[in-house]
């Protein structure tokens, strides 16, 4: 619930403030791999008969992608230096 709080949050003042210049930036963590994590990735694997780690990938496919180095991570990095100041 904190992320979306957050993710309307920085909507709302986007639209506030876009208009004076004012460029509004969130960035928010993926998921973490927790114990409540892998008990759904299996239970998603026994039920679509895959492994857990075709199960976890079929997850992150679906939410579009989460970055997880390389050039992703790369790019991010150069976004959050220009958005510095």
């Known amino acids: ?5 957050l993710i309307n949050y920085s909507k709302e003042l986007s639209k506030e403030d876009s208009s004076q210049g004012v460029p509004v930036l969130s960035v928010s963590s993926g998921w ?3 114990d409540s994590f892998s008990s759904m990735m299996e239970r998603i694997s026994e039920s679509s008969n895959i492994s857990a780690e075709e199960a976890t990938q079929s997850v992150m496919e679906a939410l579009g ?3 997880v180095g390389g050039e992703d991570l790369h790019n991010l990095k150069k976004l959050l230096n220009w958005s510095a100041f």
């Not at 619930?1 to 709080?5: D, L, T, Y």
């Open 1 to 5: 619930m904190a992320k979306a709080g």
């Open 32 to 34: 973490i791999m927790t």
């Open 65 to 67: 992608g989460i970055p």
